[in-house]
């Protein structure tokens, strides 16, 4: 009787699950999902949770092929030359192929920011805000840090509860936008009663203020975080070369450069060094190209290169409002948007479509279609002239 091949996939969200359901085309596979946690989190609704609006969280039989066994527990290292997984409560799960799908979490820069700012990048850090704001009177400042998209969702949601918010945009008001998008965010915003602070940065943080890099401070009963990602650092303290935020490098098929058994994607790759912008859209996309790579060379056929496509930025502000900016495939905010009531129902529909695109896979694995973006070519061709590494330098 011949050996069954096992997948191993590491980490159970967007990327992790739709890897999962995808490698499900093959009956003759076993299939392991390792995650920290025995729910799926919706992470593009962690504001809303923060706000006590949403649970932000999805039950796995719902998301989740059953031909896909659950661990909970969380990896503390990977053994490539052994082809194993060790987990924190030691033990061991082997594997014939590796899928990286770790995710992103927040990182805080400032000092101070650690001890007396929140996040809201994790299930865990809106929980614990939650629970702050609910103890926290309404009118007492709070001060987000950040204008980007995480910014905007967090300060607009607070703001429309009537609570006191400004934010300190050191990059300026939705840096990715187009000009129109960020005169369009900063009405709402600013209709709303939120103070926006742009051209400063925060330089610490206080117990109740914060302080500005021009010499400024602001009162803050509630410093909220959202400026800045980066990943796990697993693959890197497991000897995987890894990008300066520590994504795993693999080639333009998500193979690691390292070991062609250990496949990355999601937030936690970065394909020829140049990774997508971290984001559910892209980790949608990139989850089944993962298994596709991993489902190609149990086949013994060359996989193919990735190739995917962005729509736009769609950002809720509070729970009437939003902006859709649209992009180019390959990113770039064009000027074409939708704003006001009309993307916010775009918004929460984007939403629920996103849980009801993984429980499609989950039913019918090949459901996700796959987009043509040829904005990478050259990065494909040297992708192939690089041969990979030795799997012993893991």
């Known amino acids: ?47 809303q949770l923060a706000a006590g609006n ?17 661990v909970v527990g969380t990896v503390s290292a990977i053994s490539a030359a052994a082809r194993t997984v060790v987990l924190k409560d030691g033990q061991e799960v082997a594997y014939d192929y590796l899928v990286y799908a770790v995710g992103s979490t927040g990182t805080m820069q400032a000092a101070g920011a650690a001890e007396h700012a929140y996040g809201v990048a994790s299930f865990e850090e809106a929980t614990r805000l939650r629970a702050v704001l609910d103890a926290t009177p309404t009118q007492a400042p709070v001060v ?10 967090v ?36 209709g709303l009663g939120v103070g926006i602070i742009e051209g400063a940065r ?8 914060v302080r500005l890099d021009d010499g400024r401070e602001l009162a803050s009963a509630v410093t909220i975080w ?13 000897g995987l070369s890894t990008d300066d935020l520590g994504r795993l490098v693999t080639d333009e098929t998500l193979t690691s450069l390292d070991d062609d058994r250990i496949i990355a994607t999601g937030d936690a790759s970065a394909p020829s060094g140049d990774p997508y912008r971290m984001s559910c859209q892209a980790a949608n996309q990139l989850g089944p190209l993962a298994a596709e790579t991993v489902l190609s060379r149990l086949a ?23 902006l859709l900016n649209f992009a180019r495939r390959d990113d770039s905010a064009v000027r074409a948007r939708i704003h006001g009531a009309p993307a916010a129902k775009i918004k929460e529909l984007v939403c629920r479509s996103t849980v009801w695109a993984l429980s499609m896979e989950a039913r019918h694995p090949g459901f996700t279609p796959k987009v043509t973006d040829r904005s990478r070519a050259g990065r494909v061709r040297a992708s192939e002239a690089a041969p990979l590494a030795s799997v012993g330098r893991a």
């Open 1 to 47: 009787m011949n050996k069954q091949d096992h997948v191993v996939v590491v980490g159970g969200g967007y990327a992790g699950v739709m890897a999962a359901n995808r490698l499900t085309k093959r009956d003759d596979i076993a299939i392991t999902l390792v995650n920290a946690r025995d729910h799926f989190v919706e992470r593009i609704r962690l504001h």
């Open 54 to 70: 949403d649970d932000a969280v999805a039950d796995y039989a719902d998301v989740l092929s059953p031909r896909v066994r659950l």
């Open 144 to 153: 987000v840090v950040g204008g980007g998209p995480t910014g905007i969702e």
């Open 155 to 190: 300060a607009s949601e607070l703001a429309e509860l009537g609570r006191n918010v400004s934010m300190v945009c050191g990059d300026g008001l939705g840096p990715w936008l187009h000009e129109k998008g960020r005169a369009d965010a900063d009405r709402a915003l600013r």
């Open 202 to 209: 925060v330089s610490e943080v206080l117990e109740g203020r």
């Open 226 to 238: 959202t400026a800045g990602f980066t990943t796990p650092d697993l693959a890197r303290a497991s």
């Open 300 to 322: 013994g056929h060359r996989p193919e290169p990735i190739s995917i496509s962005f729509v736009g930025q769609c950002i809720s502000i509070g729970r009437g409002l939003g």
